[in-house]
């Protein structure tokens, strides 16, 4: 009875072979690295810089242990190990001298990281160390409201503006445009105009609600926006400042930043091993300003394009991305708060392009230079810290107002990523930090250790006991503890779920509440072996009798870790996930791999005499009765 | 090795009155601490700024005082952490502030004069520190802040350290306590329903109340010791409610097995022969989880410290209240022999 199917020994196997490998990259420890990213948005780190890094250190006769190229993140990203630290900043010096020959603009950022050596075919599966939280590895976090309320704001100004064109342009009558909190209050003189109004705006403006109202004398319509509509304002801003914030951080060179949504209005930023809260604020308030202008196409601007002579009067230069310059007059056409929105989208013969949509006034400005400026070709330009890149440069090639689209991108990648440069140039709301944390890194370092040597110290003590107690028994259950651990270690590690210093606690805790399975177990048969059962329907009965409790205790404490990990965040998210995965891995490992083991010791033993589970008291046959229960 | 030798049913019931007028009058004395003391609530839940400064010897803490008071006009506490060397110091939002800068004031008001243990050459970089953060945020370049960052890296270890800063806004701080209480009150509600679904009412109401007794004098522990209560202590609280409610099940479980298997027995000697079947398995269990949240309250650090606290005391409640407090609410709101072994009832039903 005490025998296993087959299939259960090999569930066994599998779930051991799942936990060592998936575990194992924990104890690679880390080597030193350069990373190297592109800080330029029309640069991209590549195959050919990925060649070009291995040429320029096999030159210098720099020792590399393996290169990588992740295209995976936000930015892609060059990696090189080294063997120690000393290479490594020999390394990063080169490196920088040879990928940023002009000091003054770099196009990449170099910095020092430390990577896991995990050997690549265990990268290739996916098993990589945990993630640990700042808590334990040092950073900084930064929690930003946004003001959602501004981008409708913002918005409703240019639905205003947008209505005052929309109306004049129809020869549609009206007597002013108030705001009235979220709403648009168009006055007319009779009610004959407004219901010509409202045919009008309903067939131009679909994202409005329309609404009468007023006297009859008097009469209004009142237009707001659709509950769709709103919302789709309200996602786009976040997703723009997010977009905004991932190119800011990308600079900064920090290996694994992480920048997410919390909630509806809120970002969470975290960025490992970063020391200063003050430069990393600047970066990420920084305001980046785009502007348009048009390109200097006289004699002395082309003359002025390969840089032997200066610029005329009233133009610059600029290059576009790393290479081509370009020569731009400096009068600003419309800037970045002028835009509206920028999507890549398809032009009618089906090419890839993008539509930005300006304000009305930029839309006017646009208006007369377009049709003064007939196929002359127009840059748009990036500012950040004060210097300029050209995003782009296409021809005029026809009178346009505040709708435009930009062609002969290539494909849709380059539209993409161009609409994407042009949206993420300025926030689209403005944030506040509410939440900042800074942990140095040796807080981080104390943390890892006095977390791993109170759970080393209680699990030996658990260990000690339970072997002491329970003989045979127990050491099947610290067996069974130690595949517990193993497990949770392995699905942290598979899940990549943020390990902190609450879910340190978590595991210690959680092994501390996995024993008690083995314990009701080991009690259990001990009861029946009480009564007088044979040994072998003992070990039986004790596994089958303890389970429901098993179960039902589990269940308890599984609905506190699910509502913890529903509404807590940061550390507290990361104690309840631990928690949770801990109590799945330790009904597995208790009850399935313990009983396992049980019945490949004892289960093909047919005359088992006793079971070596400690000793069993019996109370005298006077007492017994009562004691039985 | 055995270490429960009992020779007969223990008689908990009969103790169970002084135990729970002991149970009345502390849960009674945390509740009024909570009400007229309060919670010593941490940052997260208050708002404010926390900083933890080493210091390279024991510091100060009345000099650390008097050079906060200099430019701080609230309340502010200074306290070590964990060893001498640390101070933890707590500081309430002020209006004005961005995130950040109070902690920047703060720690160079304290770094203005060397302390003991730090290198010489540290005054120059304390000094430099304090030019940087006068500037405003925009001049804060990469190339204003690398020399300074560059000269704290070479001296890492030697001078007053920083290690760790957390700002928390006000509007996220009394979301964050919505949010706990919502918690907490979620995990009593899915605990209390899914006791309801697996035993019978009376029952289910009183492992609640046993293990709320317990919830609130753990909280309440808290608000008498004025030990600092945080998010994790909170996470504590609530795992351990989940933990021990479990203590009451199984017993629970024992007490329906008896009344099936002893017919005749009283429901006091049903409870009794229950506990005292369960009792040692109780103990070793609750000692196994307790060795280790002991080790973390020993060996965690201070960072550990409250919530290994936490649950180190909730666990010694959860036991408590199990045997003690949950069996006897169960007796008081009149449990029977019918309201558990209705099987049994429906067989004697055909048979007569």
Same mark, same amino acid.
């Given at each position: 009875?005490?025998?296993?199917?087959?299939?259960?020994?090999?569930?066994?196997?599998?779930?051991?072979?799942?936990?060592?490998?998936?575990?194992?990259?924990?104890?690679?420890?880390?080597?030193?690295?350069?990373?190297?990213?592109?800080?330029?948005?029309?640069?991209?780190?590549?195959?050919?810089?990925?060649?070009?890094?291995?040429?320029?250190?096999?030159?210098?006769?720099?020792?590399?242990?393996?290169?990588?190229?992740?295209?995976?993140?936000?930015?892609?990203?060059?990696?090189?190990?080294?063997?120690?630290?000393?290479?490594?900043?020999?390394?990063?010096?080169?490196?920088?001298?040879?990928?940023?020959?002009?000091?003054?603009?770099?196009?990449?950022?170099?910095?020092?990281?430390?990577?896991?050596?995990?050997?690549?075919?265990?990268?290739?599966?996916?098993?990589?160390?945990?993630?640990?939280?700042?808590?334990?590895?040092?950073?900084?976090?930064?929690?930003?409201?946004?003001?959602?309320?501004?981008?409708?704001?913002?918005?409703?100004?240019?639905?205003?503006?947008?209505?005052?064109?929309?109306?004049?342009?129809?020869?549609? =009558?009206?007597?002013?445009?108030?705001?009235?909190?979220?709403?648009?209050?168009?006055?007319?003189?009779?009610?004959?105009?407004?219901?010509?109004?409202?045919?009008?705006?309903?067939?131009?403006?679909?994202?409005?609600?329309?609404?009468?109202?007023?006297?009859?004398?008097?009469?209004?319509?009142?237009?707001?926006?659709?509950?769709?509509?709103?919302?789709?304002?309200?996602?786009?801003? #976040?997703?723009?400042?997010?977009?905004?914030?991932?190119?800011?951080?990308?600079?900064?060179?920090?290996?694994?930043?992480?920048?997410?949504?919390?909630?509806?209005?809120?970002?969470?930023?975290?960025?490992?091993?970063?020391?200063?809260?003050?430069?990393?604020?600047?970066?990420?308030?920084?305001?980046?300003?785009?502007?348009?202008?048009?390109?200097?196409?006289?004699?002395?601007?082309?003359?002025?394009?390969?840089?032997?002579?200066?610029?005329?009067?009233?133009?610059?230069?600029?290059?576009?991305?790393?290479?081509?310059?370009?020569?731009?007059?400096?009068?600003?056409?419309?800037?970045?708060?002028?835009?509206?929105?920028?999507?890549?989208?398809?032009?009618?013969?089906?090419?890839?392009?993008?539509?930005?949509?300006?304000?009305?006034?930029?839309?006017?400005?646009?208006?007369?230079?377009?049709?003064?400026?007939?196929?002359?070709?127009?840059?748009?330009?990036?500012?950040?810290?004060?210097?300029?890149?050209?995003?782009?440069?296409?021809?005029?090639?026809?009178?346009?107002?505040?709708?435009?689209?930009?062609?002969?991108?290539?494909?849709?990648?380059?539209?993409?990523?161009?609409?994407?440069?042009? =949206?993420?140039?300025?926030?689209?709301?403005?944030?506040?930090?509410?939440?900042?944390?800074?942990?140095?890194?040796?807080?981080?370092?104390?943390?890892?250790?006095?977390?791993?040597?109170?759970?080393?110290?209680?699990?030996?003590?658990?260990?000690?006991?339970?072997?002491?107690?329970?003989?045979?028994?127990?050491?099947?259950?610290?067996?069974?503890?130690?595949?517990?651990?193993?497990?949770?270690?392995?699905?942290?590690? #598979?899940?990549?779920?943020?390990?902190?210093?609450?879910?340190?606690?978590?595991?210690?805790?959680?092994?501390?509440?996995?024993?008690?399975?083995?314990?009701?177990?080991?009690?259990?048969?001990?009861?029946?072996?009480?009564?007088?059962?044979?040994?072998?329907?003992?070990?039986?009965?004790?596994?089958?009798?303890?389970?429901?409790?098993?179960?039902?205790?589990?269940?308890?404490?599984?609905?506190?870790?699910?509502?913890?990990?529903?509404?807590?965040?940061?550390?507290?998210?990361?104690?309840?996930?631990?928690?949770?995965?801990?109590?799945?891995?330790?009904?597995?490992?208790?009850?399935?791999?313990?009983?396992?083991?049980?019945?490949?010791?004892?289960?093909?033993?047919?005359?088992?005499?006793?079971?070596?589970?400690?000793?069993?008291?019996?109370?005298?046959?006077?007492?017994?009765?009562?004691?039985?229960? | 090795?055995?270490?429960?030798?009992?020779?007969?049913?223990?008689?908990?019931?009969?103790?169970?009155?002084?135990?729970?007028?002991?149970?009345?009058?502390?849960?009674?004395?945390?509740?009024?601490?909570?009400?007229?003391?309060?919670?010593?609530?941490?940052?997260?839940?208050?708002?404010?700024?926390?900083?933890?400064?080493?210091?390279?010897?024991?510091?100060?803490?009345?000099?650390?005082?008097?050079?906060?008071?200099?430019?701080?006009?609230?309340?502010?506490?200074?306290?070590?952490?964990?060893?001498?060397?640390?101070?933890?110091?707590?500081?309430?939002?002020?209006?004005?502030?961005?995130?950040?800068?109070?902690?920047?004031?703060?720690?160079?008001?304290?770094?203005?004069?060397?302390?003991?243990?730090?290198?010489?050459?540290?005054?120059?970089?304390?000094?430099?520190?304090?030019?940087?953060?006068?500037?405003?945020?925009?001049?804060?370049?990469?190339?204003?802040?690398?020399?300074?960052?560059?000269?704290?890296?070479?001296?890492?270890?030697?001078?007053?350290?920083?290690?760790?800063?957390?700002?928390?806004?006000?509007?996220?701080?009394?979301?964050?306590?919505?949010?706990?209480?919502?918690? $907490?009150?979620?995990?009593?509600?899915?605990?209390?329903?899914?006791?309801?679904?697996?035993?019978?009412?009376?029952?289910?109401?009183?492992?609640?109340?046993?293990?709320?007794?317990?919830?609130?004098?753990?909280?309440?522990?808290?608000?008498?010791?004025?030990?600092?209560?945080? $998010?994790?202590?909170?996470?504590?609280? $609530?795992?351990?409610?989940?933990?021990?409610?479990?203590?009451?099940?199984?017993?629970?479980?024992?007490?329906?097995?008896?009344?099936?298997?002893?017919?005749?027995?009283?429901?006091?000697?049903?409870?009794?022969?229950?506990?005292?079947?369960?009792?040692?398995?109780?103990?070793?269990?609750?000692?196994?989880?307790?060795?280790?949240?002991?080790?973390?309250? @020993?060996?965690?650090?201070?960072? @550990?410290?409250?919530?290994?606290?936490?649950?180190?005391?909730?666990? $010694?409640?959860?036991?408590?209240?199990?045997?003690?407090?949950?069996?006897?609410?169960?007796?008081?709101?009149?449990?029977?022999?019918?309201?558990?072994?209705?099987?049994?009832?429906?067989?004697?039903?055909?048979?007569?």
């Amino acid at each position: 009875m005490n025998r296993y199917a087959l299939w259960k020994y090999l569930v066994i196997v599998a779930a051991l072979v799942f936990g060592v490998l998936y575990t194992v990259p924990n104890f690679y420890g880390e080597a030193p690295a350069v990373q190297i990213a592109s800080i330029k948005a029309t640069v991209h780190a590549d195959t050919s810089l990925l060649s070009q890094v291995e040429l320029s250190l096999q030159r210098a006769g720099i020792a590399q242990l393996g290169t990588t190229l992740d295209t995976i993140g936000q930015n892609p990203t060059v990696r090189v190990r080294f063997a120690d630290t000393d290479t490594q900043s020999r390394a990063r010096d080169l490196l920088d001298r040879e990928l940023n020959p002009d000091r003054t603009d770099p196009a990449y950022i170099i910095a020092p990281n430390l990577i896991s050596s995990t050997p690549g075919w265990l990268q290739r599966i996916h098993a990589l160390p945990m993630y640990l939280g700042l808590d334990l590895r040092g950073g900084v976090h930064f929690l930003m409201q946004v003001d959602l309320d501004e981008a409708i704001n913002k918005r409703l100004q240019t639905i205003e503006s947008d209505l005052r064109t929309l109306l004049r342009d129809k020869d549609v =009558r009206h007597a002013g445009i108030r705001r009235d909190g979220e709403r648009l209050e168009i006055r007319f003189r009779d009610s004959a105009s407004r219901t010509q109004a409202h045919g009008v705006i309903h067939d131009a403006m679909s994202d409005l609600v329309l609404q009468d109202g007023g006297t009859e004398a008097d009469p209004l319509l009142i237009a707001a926006l659709t509950p769709a509509a709103r919302t789709a304002v309200q996602d786009n801003a #976040l997703k723009q400042n997010i977009t905004t914030l991932k190119n800011r951080i990308n600079e900064l060179g920090v290996a694994e930043p992480v920048i997410q949504q919390q909630g509806a209005d809120r970002v969470v930023v975290e960025l490992p091993g970063v020391q200063d809260t003050a430069r990393a604020k600047n970066i990420i308030g920084r305001t980046a300003t785009l502007e348009a202008r048009l390109v200097d196409v006289s004699a002395d601007g082309l003359a002025a394009v390969n840089g032997t002579v200066p610029p005329p009067f009233g133009s610059e230069r600029f290059t576009i991305g790393r290479g081509t310059p370009v020569v731009l007059k400096k009068d600003v056409i419309f800037s970045g708060q002028q835009l509206q929105g920028a999507q890549a989208t398809f032009d009618e013969r089906q090419q890839a392009a993008v539509a930005v949509e300006l304000n009305e006034s930029a839309g006017r400005i646009m208006r007369q230079v377009t049709r003064e400026n007939l196929k002359k070709p127009m840059a748009v330009v990036l500012f950040e810290r004060g210097r300029g890149e050209v995003l782009t440069v296409a021809t005029i090639q026809s009178e346009f107002g505040s709708r435009f689209q930009i062609t002969g991108l290539g494909n849709a990648q380059t539209a993409n990523d161009l609409a994407l440069l042009l =949206r993420a140039g300025a926030l689209a709301a403005p944030m506040q930090i509410i939440e900042e944390r800074l942990i140095g890194p040796s807080l981080g370092a104390t943390n890892i250790e006095s977390g791993f040597r109170s759970t080393e110290f209680g699990f030996a003590a658990i260990s000690v006991f339970m072997i002491l107690y329970y003989v045979v028994f127990g050491a099947v259950s610290v067996l069974a503890l130690a595949i517990n651990l193993m497990l949770l270690v392995a699905l942290l590690s #598979l899940l990549q779920a943020t390990l902190t210093l609450p879910g340190i606690a978590a595991i210690a805790f959680t092994l501390g509440m996995a024993i008690d399975a083995n314990v009701l177990i080991n009690e259990r048969i001990r009861e029946e072996l009480r009564k007088g059962t044979a040994p072998q329907q003992a070990i039986a009965q004790g596994y089958e009798r303890a389970f429901a409790t098993i179960l039902d205790s589990n269940v308890t404490t599984l609905i506190a870790g699910v509502f913890l990990f529903m509404l807590g965040s940061g550390p507290v998210r990361g104690f309840a996930v631990v928690h949770v995965l801990g109590i799945l891995t330790s009904i597995f490992s208790a009850v399935f791999i313990s009983r396992g083991v049980v019945n490949l010791l004892y289960g093909s033993r047919r005359r088992l005499q006793s079971v070596p589970i400690g000793q069993i008291w019996r109370p005298s046959a006077a007492a017994g009765g009562a004691a039985r229960g | 090795m055995e270490f429960f030798r009992i020779h007969r049913t223990i008689p908990f019931m009969r103790y169970a009155l002084v135990f729970n007028v002991i149970s009345l009058i502390t849960f009674l004395t945390a509740v009024g601490f909570l009400a007229f003391r309060g919670l010593n609530l941490s940052i997260e839940f208050t708002g404010g700024t926390v900083m933890e400064v080493a210091f390279r010897a024991p510091a100060n803490l009345e000099g650390i005082r008097s050079a906060i008071g200099a430019t701080e006009k609230g309340e502010f506490q200074v306290q070590s952490f964990g060893s001498a060397n640390d101070v933890l110091i707590r500081l309430p939002a002020r209006a004005g502030f961005t995130s950040g800068q109070q902690a920047e004031q703060v720690f160079s008001a304290l770094t203005a004069v060397p302390s003991a243990g730090e290198a010489p050459a540290c005054a120059a970089v304390h000094a430099d520190y304090a030019k940087f953060i006068q500037l405003p945020q925009a001049e804060r370049s990469p190339e204003a802040s690398a020399p300074l960052l560059n000269a704290q890296h070479q001296l890492a270890g030697q001078c007053t350290e920083l290690r760790r800063v957390e700002y928390v806004g006000p509007q996220v701080g009394s979301e964050l306590a919505q949010d706990g209480g919502v918690a $907490l009150l979620m995990v009593v509600l899915g605990i209390a329903l899914y006791l309801a679904i697996r035993f019978e009412k009376k029952f289910s109401a009183a492992a609640i109340i046993a293990n709320l007794h317990d919830v609130v004098l753990v909280i309440g522990m808290f608000a008498i010791f004025r030990w600092e209560f945080s $998010l994790p202590v909170l996470a504590a609280v $609530l795992a351990v409610l989940g933990y021990s409610v479990n203590e009451s099940v199984i017993i629970f479980d024992r007490v329906r097995e008896h009344f099936r298997t002893m017919r005749k027995a009283s429901v006091v000697e049903v409870i009794d022969s229950a506990i005292t079947a369960t009792i040692s398995r109780t103990i070793i269990t609750h000692g196994a989880t307790l060795t280790m949240t002991v080790t973390m309250l @020993l060996f965690g650090g201070p960072a @550990l410290h409250n919530f290994a606290l936490a649950l180190t005391l909730g666990i $010694l409640f959860g036991v408590y209240s199990s045997v003690f407090v949950a069996a006897a609410i169960a007796k008081y709101l009149g449990v029977k022999r019918s309201d558990l072994v209705r099987p049994v009832k429906d067989e004697r039903a055909v048979l007569q």
